[in-house]
């Protein structure tokens, strides 16, 4: 019973770690248009201040790796969790929107060693025979987030200030370094032999993206994944602004969004029992793509009311629970070793991407929800150019019609 409850406490906090970032990004999506007022700026400058995180994440997936083998997985966590903790101070007293698209990317900085740090310490901490469970139960927690965050953040923004949802969220981080500090164990040992030399990390990665396959991968994952980030982006000024829902409203619509994807995820593992993973996302690419060009031609023809758009968006986003691990799990089977550098390139680039898209949405801002749908339908028509390209130039094309003519 013992060891059961202290499994159950790991878990819990390796799973806090990894949605520190999540959480961060979607409890403040139903505040967009307050902080707009706040600042006096407009929703499409508050929408940088998304771009700006999510390329915080990005960049900071790069370097936590080799921070985290080299001296160890609590001194960098610590250092990390700080940052978040004082950037998050930082956005609950911000009176600009500049300011705060900056100190959203340190917060990110700071964050996102928790994603990389609970990956690593499920491998240090758990024998053989407990690592599967622990993942399991780790992506559990996860998928709890975008249902919790958004919904918690509605009624915060409602009832006090938007500010108070940074300070929520320093106040939950502090929690979580002590949590990490009493409970957690110490994970590997600090390898010295690890060179942090930019030549020597940056030529691993160039290695992991000379393999033509990951790179295909890695590239339809990282776009089609991206659809849901226009999503995240331009969905609250659509819901709010143009289709008059409550923030309270918005964040209980959001959590119910999330279950297309959380449960494509879980239905993903049966379908792998019958289907192999690259017939299943290019499945995913095809019927989302055309839920896009429904949702366009509806926006666009003022056809769709709110409950038509949200059923479409809801079928629109189980693809993302297929195509997503899917072709994560492709683009990582080349590599014996180099997994763990594979596995930041692969974060790098979702999140880059996604950093682009959202940045686009902000760019393109018309008053209107076809900036959100285009560009969600246009992240899957250029994810299966890109796929379609790679499996006529091997030859996979090809094999699959004859065996569909078969």
Known sequence: MKQQKSFFILVLIL??????????????????????????????????????????IAIGQLFYG????????????????????????????????????LM???????????????QALVRDIFPVNKIAQAFALLTLVIAVSPMVAP???????????????FIILAIICSLLILACKWQLPDGAAPDEGISLKPKAVATKYIEVLKNKKFLTYILVGGIAGAAPF???????????????LSVTEYGWLFAFLSVAMIGATQLNHILLNYFSNRNIVVTALCYQLVIGIVMILGVWSNA?????????????????????????????????KDAGSAAAMMGFMRMAIGG????LVSLFHNGTAIPMVFLMASCILIAGLVLLSYLYATG???????????
């Not at 959203?104 to 609970?118: D, S, T």
């Not at 758009?309 to 799990?329: E, K, Y």
């Not at 682009?356 to 940045?359: D, F, K, L, Q």
């Open 304 to 336: 769709l009311n709110v409950y038509f758009l949200i059923g479409l968006m809801f079928i629109f986003l189980t693809g993302h629970g297929l195509s997503v691990p899917n072709s994560a799990a492709i683009s990582l089977a080349p590599f014996d």
């Open 66 to 101: 080799p921070l985290l083998d080299k001296f160890g997985r609590k001194k960098p966590l610590y250092i990390g969790l700080w940052i978040y903790v004082a950037a998050s101070i930082g956005c609950s007293f911000t009176n600009s929107v500049e300011s705060l698209i």
């Open 356 to 359: 682009i898209v959202s940045a």
């Open 104 to 118: 959203r990317f340190m917060q990110a900085v700071g964050g996102c060693v928790g994603m990389v740090a609970a």
């Open 15 to 56: 799973g806090a770690l990894s949605t520190i970032s999540p959480f961060s990004v979607d409890m403040y999506l139903p505040a967009f248009p307050a902080i707009a007022k706040s600042l006096s700026t407009s929703i499409s400058k508050v929408q940088l201040s998304l771009t700006s995180y999510l390329i915080g």
């Open 230 to 244: 226009a999503y995240i982006a331009g969905s609250s000024d659509v819901f709010i602004n143009i289709y008059g």
């Open 151 to 165: 919904t918690l953040g509605g009624y915060i923004t409602a009832h006090f200030h938007w500010h108070w949802l």
């Open 396 to 406: 996979e094309l090809k094999f699959m019609l004859k065996r569909k003519d078969q």
